[in-house]
Protein backbone atom coordinates (compact mmCIF):
# COMPACT_ATOMS: atom_id res chain seq x y z
CA UNK A 1 0.00 0.00 0.00
CA UNK A 2 1.18 3.09 -1.15
CA UNK A 3 2.23 6.15 1.22
CA UNK A 4 -0.77 8.51 2.32
CA UNK A 5 -0.70 12.03 0.69
CA UNK A 6 -2.82 14.31 3.75
CA UNK A 7 -2.98 16.90 0.34
CA UNK A 8 -5.61 15.05 -0.99
CA UNK A 9 -8.23 14.89 1.55
CA UNK A 10 -11.07 17.43 0.65
CA UNK A 11 -12.92 19.70 3.19
CA UNK A 12 -16.01 18.76 1.79
CA UNK A 13 -14.83 14.76 3.31
CA UNK A 14 -14.28 16.25 6.62
CA UNK A 15 -17.31 18.10 7.36
CA UNK A 16 -19.47 15.28 6.30
CA UNK A 17 -17.16 12.73 8.26
CA UNK A 18 -17.81 15.39 11.29
CA UNK A 19 -21.75 15.93 10.79
CA UNK A 20 -22.45 12.05 11.01
CA UNK A 21 -20.41 12.10 14.17
CA UNK A 22 -22.64 14.78 15.42
CA UNK A 23 -25.90 13.50 14.05
CA UNK A 24 -25.24 9.93 14.24
CA UNK A 25 -27.03 9.09 10.52
CA UNK A 26 -26.07 9.68 7.03
CA UNK A 27 -30.04 10.78 6.34
CA UNK A 28 -29.36 13.12 9.06
CA UNK A 29 -25.87 15.00 8.15
CA UNK A 30 -27.27 15.13 4.34
CA UNK A 31 -30.46 16.84 5.99
CA UNK A 32 -27.59 19.42 7.93
CA UNK A 33 -25.18 19.28 5.11
CA UNK A 34 -28.62 20.21 2.72
CA UNK A 35 -26.69 17.61 0.21
CA UNK A 36 -28.07 14.01 -0.76
CA UNK A 37 -27.39 11.01 1.24
CA UNK A 38 -25.60 9.59 -1.67
CA UNK A 39 -23.53 12.99 -1.59
CA UNK A 40 -22.09 12.01 2.17
CA UNK A 41 -21.82 8.52 1.50
CA UNK A 42 -19.79 9.27 -1.45
CA UNK A 43 -18.00 11.57 0.58
CA UNK A 44 -16.99 9.11 3.22
CA UNK A 45 -16.13 6.35 0.82
CA UNK A 46 -13.90 8.16 -1.13
CA UNK A 47 -12.36 9.88 1.98
CA UNK A 48 -11.77 5.72 3.54
CA UNK A 49 -10.34 4.97 0.21
CA UNK A 50 -7.47 7.23 0.55
CA UNK A 51 -6.92 7.06 3.90
CA UNK A 52 -6.82 3.17 3.79
CA UNK A 53 -9.08 3.00 7.03
CA UNK A 54 -12.58 1.97 8.20
CA UNK A 55 -13.78 5.42 9.94
CA UNK A 56 -17.50 4.64 10.48
CA UNK A 57 -19.66 0.93 11.17
CA UNK A 58 -22.99 1.08 9.16
CA UNK A 59 -25.39 -0.57 10.90
CA UNK A 60 -29.13 -0.90 11.75
CA UNK A 61 -28.32 1.93 15.12
CA UNK A 62 -26.95 4.17 12.15
CA UNK A 63 -23.10 5.02 11.66
CA UNK A 64 -20.93 4.64 14.70
CA UNK A 65 -17.28 6.03 14.80
CA UNK A 66 -14.64 3.20 14.81
CA UNK A 67 -11.55 3.83 17.62
CA UNK A 68 -9.84 5.52 14.68
CA UNK A 69 -12.47 7.32 13.50
CA UNK A 70 -12.57 8.82 16.54
CA UNK A 71 -8.90 9.88 15.99
CA UNK A 72 -9.73 11.40 12.90
CA UNK A 73 -12.97 12.84 13.53
CA UNK A 74 -11.14 14.64 16.77
CA UNK A 75 -8.28 15.74 14.28
CA UNK A 76 -11.05 16.94 11.54
CA UNK A 77 -12.73 19.39 13.81
CA UNK A 78 -9.33 21.20 14.41
CA UNK A 79 -8.73 21.45 10.68
CA UNK A 80 -12.51 22.92 10.58
CA UNK A 81 -12.27 25.47 13.46
CA UNK A 82 -8.77 26.39 11.71
CA UNK A 83 -10.40 27.04 8.76
CA UNK A 84 -13.14 29.46 10.94
CA UNK A 85 -10.89 31.06 12.10
CA UNK A 86 -8.86 31.90 9.29
CA UNK A 87 -12.28 32.92 7.35
CA UNK A 88 -12.69 35.33 10.69
CA UNK A 89 -9.47 37.16 10.70
CA UNK A 90 -10.13 37.81 6.87
CA UNK A 91 -13.55 38.72 7.47
CA UNK A 92 -11.83 41.52 9.91
CA UNK A 93 -9.06 42.51 7.47
CA UNK A 94 -11.73 43.15 4.80
CA UNK A 95 -13.84 45.27 7.34
CA UNK A 96 -10.38 47.17 8.17
CA UNK A 97 -9.57 48.06 4.95
CA UNK A 98 -12.23 51.29 5.37
CA UNK A 99 -14.50 53.40 7.64
CA UNK A 100 -13.77 56.22 10.62
CA UNK A 101 -14.01 56.43 14.71
CA UNK A 102 -15.70 59.15 15.93
CA UNK A 103 -14.60 60.47 19.13
CA UNK A 104 -16.07 62.55 21.79
CA UNK A 105 -14.25 63.19 24.71
CA UNK A 106 -12.76 66.58 27.05
CA UNK A 107 -9.92 68.65 26.68
CA UNK A 108 -7.79 66.89 28.74
CA UNK A 109 -8.10 63.06 27.07
CA UNK A 110 -8.07 64.72 23.66
CA UNK A 111 -4.72 66.07 24.69
CA UNK A 112 -3.27 63.96 26.99
CA UNK A 113 -4.67 60.67 25.96
CA UNK A 114 -5.79 60.19 22.36
CA UNK A 115 -2.63 61.24 20.66
CA UNK A 116 -0.58 58.21 21.48
CA UNK A 117 -3.38 55.85 21.03
CA UNK A 118 -4.46 57.44 17.65
CA UNK A 119 -0.51 56.64 16.67
CA UNK A 120 -0.53 53.38 17.57
CA UNK A 121 -4.16 52.50 15.86
CA UNK A 122 -3.38 54.08 12.11
CA UNK A 123 0.03 52.96 12.24
CA UNK A 124 -2.12 49.56 12.18
CA UNK A 125 -5.47 50.93 10.17
CA UNK A 126 -3.97 53.90 8.07
CA UNK A 127 -6.64 53.48 6.42
CA UNK A 128 -9.53 54.07 9.18
CA UNK A 129 -10.27 57.75 9.63
CA UNK A 130 -10.55 59.04 13.43
CA UNK A 131 -12.66 62.52 14.47
CA UNK A 132 -12.36 64.05 17.85
CA UNK A 133 -14.76 66.05 18.94
CA UNK A 134 -13.95 68.08 22.11
CA UNK A 135 -17.11 68.92 24.65
CA UNK A 136 -16.50 70.87 28.32
CA UNK A 137 -18.90 68.56 30.04
CA UNK A 138 -19.13 64.32 30.35
CA UNK A 139 -22.59 64.36 30.14
CA UNK A 140 -22.94 65.81 26.30
CA UNK A 141 -20.37 63.42 25.72
CA UNK A 142 -22.64 60.44 26.95
CA UNK A 143 -25.12 61.85 24.81
CA UNK A 144 -23.13 62.70 21.85
CA UNK A 145 -22.47 58.29 22.17
CA UNK A 146 -26.49 58.08 22.99
CA UNK A 147 -27.90 59.83 19.93
CA UNK A 148 -25.12 57.91 17.11
CA UNK A 149 -23.20 61.07 16.53
CA UNK A 150 -20.26 59.43 18.16
CA UNK A 151 -19.09 56.10 18.12
CA UNK A 152 -16.51 56.22 21.83
CA UNK A 153 -16.70 57.93 23.86
CA UNK A 154 -14.30 59.38 27.45
CA UNK A 155 -16.88 60.17 30.61
CA UNK A 156 -16.99 60.12 34.41
CA UNK A 157 -17.78 56.90 36.21
CA UNK A 158 -19.97 55.21 37.25
CA UNK A 159 -22.24 55.69 34.10
CA UNK A 160 -25.72 54.76 32.95
CA UNK A 161 -26.26 51.22 32.03
CA UNK A 162 -26.96 51.54 28.71
CA UNK A 163 -23.68 52.35 27.54
CA UNK A 164 -20.69 49.18 28.20
CA UNK A 165 -18.18 50.90 29.74
CA UNK A 166 -14.60 50.19 31.56
CA UNK A 167 -12.63 52.01 33.40
CA UNK A 168 -9.23 53.94 32.05
CA UNK A 169 -7.32 55.90 34.49
CA UNK A 170 -7.62 57.41 37.77
CA UNK A 171 -7.45 61.05 37.94
CA UNK A 172 -6.53 63.10 41.22
CA UNK A 173 -7.21 66.68 41.89
CA UNK A 174 -4.28 69.01 43.37
CA UNK A 175 -4.17 72.17 44.77
CA UNK A 176 -1.93 74.57 42.96
CA UNK A 177 -0.90 77.90 44.33
CA UNK A 178 1.13 80.16 42.90
CA UNK A 179 5.13 80.61 43.06
CA UNK A 180 7.33 82.61 46.27
CA UNK A 181 4.17 84.14 47.93
CA UNK A 182 3.98 84.06 51.29
CA UNK A 183 0.44 84.34 51.79
CA UNK A 184 0.02 80.94 49.59
CA UNK A 185 1.69 79.08 52.43
CA UNK A 186 0.51 74.95 51.34
CA UNK A 187 -2.53 73.77 53.61
CA UNK A 188 -2.11 72.74 56.84
CA UNK A 189 -4.14 72.05 60.32
CA UNK A 190 -3.81 76.27 60.69
CA UNK A 191 -4.53 76.64 57.16
CA UNK A 192 -7.18 75.68 54.29
CA UNK A 193 -8.67 76.30 51.40
CA UNK A 194 -11.05 78.80 52.32
CA UNK A 195 -7.58 80.80 52.71
CA UNK A 196 -7.33 81.09 49.57
CA UNK A 197 -8.96 83.47 46.45
CA UNK A 198 -9.76 80.28 44.06
CA UNK A 199 -9.51 80.39 40.56
CA UNK A 200 -11.64 77.91 38.90
CA UNK A 201 -14.03 77.30 35.71
CA UNK A 202 -17.38 78.49 35.03
CA UNK A 203 -20.71 77.00 36.93
CA UNK A 204 -21.73 74.19 34.42
CA UNK A 205 -17.92 72.85 33.71
CA UNK A 206 -17.84 69.14 34.53
CA UNK A 207 -14.70 69.81 37.17
CA UNK A 208 -16.12 73.22 38.56
CA UNK A 209 -19.06 70.40 39.71
CA UNK A 210 -17.09 68.23 41.06
CA UNK A 211 -15.09 70.60 43.09
CA UNK A 212 -17.91 72.45 44.43
CA UNK A 213 -19.76 69.19 45.76
CA UNK A 214 -16.38 68.43 47.22
CA UNK A 215 -15.78 72.06 48.76
CA UNK A 216 -19.48 71.88 50.25
CA UNK A 217 -18.93 68.55 51.58
CA UNK A 218 -15.65 69.61 52.92
CA UNK A 219 -17.50 72.57 54.70
CA UNK A 220 -16.65 75.08 52.96
CA UNK A 221 -18.75 77.81 51.47
CA UNK A 222 -16.60 79.28 48.94
CA UNK A 223 -17.30 81.65 46.32
CA UNK A 224 -14.49 81.98 43.56
CA UNK A 225 -12.73 85.19 42.99
CA UNK A 226 -12.55 84.04 39.25
CA UNK A 227 -14.49 82.37 36.92
CA UNK A 228 -12.16 80.97 34.24
CA UNK A 229 -13.32 79.35 30.98
CA UNK A 230 -9.59 77.55 29.76
CA UNK A 231 -7.41 75.23 31.88
CA UNK A 232 -4.16 77.21 30.65
CA UNK A 233 -5.40 80.53 31.23
CA UNK A 234 -6.25 79.64 34.97
CA UNK A 235 -2.55 78.10 35.57
CA UNK A 236 -1.04 81.05 33.95
CA UNK A 237 -2.80 83.48 36.38
CA UNK A 238 -2.33 81.19 39.27
CA UNK A 239 1.41 82.03 38.37
CA UNK A 240 1.21 85.37 38.58
CA UNK A 241 0.05 85.58 41.75
CA UNK A 242 -3.83 86.38 41.28
CA UNK A 243 -4.73 83.54 43.38
CA UNK A 244 -4.92 79.38 43.37
CA UNK A 245 -6.68 76.75 42.26
CA UNK A 246 -7.87 73.54 42.46
CA UNK A 247 -7.42 71.35 39.15
CA UNK A 248 -7.61 67.33 37.83
CA UNK A 249 -3.94 66.67 37.28
CA UNK A 250 -4.19 65.34 34.12
CA UNK A 251 -6.20 68.84 33.07
CA UNK A 252 -3.08 71.02 34.50
CA UNK A 253 -0.15 68.83 33.40
CA UNK A 254 2.29 70.13 31.98
CA UNK A 255 1.95 71.50 35.67
CA UNK A 256 4.77 74.89 35.22
CA UNK A 257 7.82 73.70 37.48
CA UNK A 258 7.19 77.25 39.31
CA UNK A 259 3.79 76.13 40.89
CA UNK A 260 3.45 74.64 44.39
CA UNK A 261 1.60 71.60 44.02
CA UNK A 262 -0.51 70.36 47.57
CA UNK A 263 -2.26 67.76 48.38
CA UNK A 264 -5.91 68.49 48.98
CA UNK A 265 -7.26 68.21 52.76
CA UNK A 266 -9.47 64.96 51.42
CA UNK A 267 -8.49 63.42 48.32
CA UNK A 268 -10.55 63.75 45.82
CA UNK A 269 -10.32 61.85 41.57
CA UNK A 270 -12.57 61.56 38.72
CA UNK A 271 -13.22 58.38 37.38
CA UNK A 272 -12.53 58.47 33.83
CA UNK A 273 -13.38 55.87 31.71
CA UNK A 274 -14.53 54.36 28.26
CA UNK A 275 -17.85 54.06 26.91
CA UNK A 276 -19.86 52.80 23.89
CA UNK A 277 -23.21 51.74 23.55
CA UNK A 278 -24.02 48.70 24.67
CA UNK A 279 -26.59 47.42 22.57
CA UNK A 280 -25.36 48.61 19.42
CA UNK A 281 -23.29 46.06 16.84
CA UNK A 282 -20.19 47.94 16.20
CA UNK A 283 -18.22 47.91 12.99
CA UNK A 284 -14.88 46.07 13.87
CA UNK A 285 -12.46 49.56 13.49
CA UNK A 286 -14.60 50.26 16.68
CA UNK A 287 -13.34 47.31 18.25
CA UNK A 288 -10.01 47.71 17.23
CA UNK A 289 -10.08 51.29 18.26
CA UNK A 290 -11.07 49.97 22.09
CA UNK A 291 -8.56 47.27 21.81
CA UNK A 292 -5.68 49.64 20.77
CA UNK A 293 -6.90 52.36 23.89
CA UNK A 294 -6.72 49.00 26.49
CA UNK A 295 -3.07 48.46 25.35
CA UNK A 296 -2.20 51.88 25.65
CA UNK A 297 -3.94 52.47 28.87
CA UNK A 298 -4.26 49.83 30.63
CA UNK A 299 -7.53 50.11 32.88
CA UNK A 300 -7.86 51.26 36.14
CA UNK A 301 -3.31 50.68 36.39
CA UNK A 302 -2.70 54.41 35.74
CA UNK A 303 -3.70 56.67 38.49
CA UNK A 304 -2.64 60.47 38.17
CA UNK A 305 -0.54 60.89 41.18
CA UNK A 306 0.48 64.59 42.70
CA UNK A 307 3.92 65.07 43.19
Known sequence: MGEINPYRLKISQLRALVTIADTGTFSDAALQLDLSQSAVSHAIATLEEELGVVLLSRGRQGAVLTPLGEEVTAEARNVLQTLEKIGQHAQRARGMQQGYVRVAGFRSVATHILPEV???????????????EEHNHFRIVEDEVR????DIGFTYLPTSSEFEAW??????????LPPNKD???PPDEKNDISQYPLILPYS???CRDLISRYLTGAGYDIKPAYQVREDSTILSMVQQGLGATIMA???AEPIPSNLTVAELPIPMER?????YLADALQPPPIYAFIDTLK??????????QPV
Open 147 to 150: QGRA
Open 167 to 176: ELLRDRYVLL
Open 204 to 206: GDC
Open 271 to 275: VIGVI
Open 249 to 251: RLA
Open 295 to 304: QVWQAGDRVM
Open 183 to 185: DFA
Open 118 to 132: IHRFQSHYPAIQVSI
